[in-house]
């Protein structure tokens, strides 16, 4: 078996007999490819963002896994239709504590992730961006590009890849060290998440960039799968 590769290294990889939940959410394939086809607009030009770095907050620095190293054996899936505690981990989970990330709340991840691709200076905007603070609206349903076409909502200029892996990095180490919040247990114990497992946060698309999936072939990863690359450096950390 190969095991996933890190930096030209490669880590060692153990057989694993550990229940992975398999169970896809159908009803979510067409959220998927909504919110991708959004993504896909700041297709051209991400490399050379990647390349120029963040202009402002946070600079994300790890390591990239390489998607072709990546199989069925050696990755763990789950989303927000796995079993608890697993499930807790996810993007979408609604959260006991709100969010509070630069002293605004937010009632999931996801909900503080899409709300950061609207340009805040357009008053185009104004209305929807305080929906996200709502935890009765799903965010994604937000970001849907029939809606934004009907609303006139203006997507900001710096929604790019970079930009995304820095705001996604940003909510998840909010959750990782906010103290009340369960997941930097959940996520730093073995039980939970064999320690030899790539974190492949489930999506069933193509081109998804939050997550992906395993091939039908079993053999690599597809999609961009920037949460589980994030939670992998998160656990990888010592605990403070």
Not at 8 to 35: A, F, L, Q, Y
């Amino acid at each position: 078996m190969k095991a996933p590769k890190l930096d030209g290294k490669t880590k060692e990889v153990e057989d694993d007999d550990s229940k992975i939940n398999k169970k896809v959410d159908e009803e979510d394939e067409d959220e998927d490819e909504d919110e991708e086809t959004q993504e896909d607009k700041k297709e051209e030009g991400e490399e050379e963002g990647e390349k120029e770095g963040e202009k402002e907050g946070e600079k994300v620095e790890m390591a990239n896994f390489d998607p072709k190293t990546i199989n069925d054996s050696n990755s763990f899936k789950f989303n927000h239709s796995s079993k608890k505690p697993i499930k807790y981990l996810s993007t979408r989970q609604l959260l006991e504590t709100p969010l509070n990330i630069d002293g605004e709340m937010y009632p999931s991840v996801e909900h503080y992730f899409w709300s950061q691709m609207f340009d805040k200076k357009s008053k185009e905007n104004a209305e929807v961006i305080p929906l996200f603070k709502n935890k009765t609206q799903n965010p994604r349903n937000l970001v849907k590009p029939a809606f934004i076409k009907k609303n006139g909502l203006v997507i900001s200029e710096e929604w790019t890849l970079s930009k995304m892996k820095q705001v996604m990095y940003k909510a998840l180490k909010a959750r990782w060290e906010n103290k009340q919040d369960k997941f930097k247990d959940i996520l730093m114990d073995p039980k939970n998440i064999p320690k030899d497992k790539y974190i492949l946060y489930f999506e069933r698309n193509k081109k998804s960039i939050l997550g992906g999936y395993i091939a039908k072939d079993k053999k690599h990863m597809v999609g961009r799968n920037i949460v589980g690359n994030i939670l992998e450096h998160l656990r990888s950390q010592k605990a403070q």
